[in-house]
């Protein structure tokens, strides 16, 4: 006859690996979810190789600015799986790029006398957020606008 104290020792036995490899697997996707998170900011940096910024008029005079211009930087997520069909994957690619904002106009800072009016200012964009974009696979192009105009 099985007594009642055998019968807990083999529940015990029987139960405890499944309750511990829920809380591995429970523990794996909460990791997993972490890492889905996408890691898109935006920085200001000095434009790089323009440092100043020099713009030239048909007249050889010149305007110059040290300026900073929104940088998106990060990673988003990119994966692949397998499909049934041709070419036999599906593949999910975002970049980091900046959205929303205004384009504003600045004025530089430095110019020679009787420099052009039109080389005196630049359109840069101001406010904008970063996100994680798909991109057009045709052109590898994620961005409506450039950051200047």
Not at 34 to 40: G, R, W
Not at 88 to 104: L, M, T
């Amino acid at each position: 006859m099985i007594s009642s104290r055998s019968i807990i020792c083999l529940l015990v036995i029987i139960l405890t690996p499944t309750a511990f490899s829920s809380s591995i697997h429970y523990k794996r996707v909460q990791g997993a979810e972490k890492k889905k998170q996408n890691v898109c900011f935006l920085k200001m940096i000095h434009a790089p190789g323009m440092n100043p910024l020099i713009r030239t008029d048909k007249n050889g005079k010149t305007c110059r600015i040290n300026l900073t211009i929104p940088v998106c930087r990060g990673f988003c997520p990119t994966y692949e799986y397998g499909t049934h069909e041709f070419p036999h994957r599906n593949q999910k690619s975002e970049v980091c790029v900046p959205e929303g904002g205004k384009f504003e106009s600045i004025t530089l800072t430095e110019c020679d006398d009787e420099a052009d009016p039109m080389i005196r200012t630049v359109t840069v964009l101001r406010g904008a957020k970063c996100v994680c974009k798909a991109c057009d696979k045709t052109l590898m192009n994620c961005m409506k606008n450039s950051l200047f105009n």
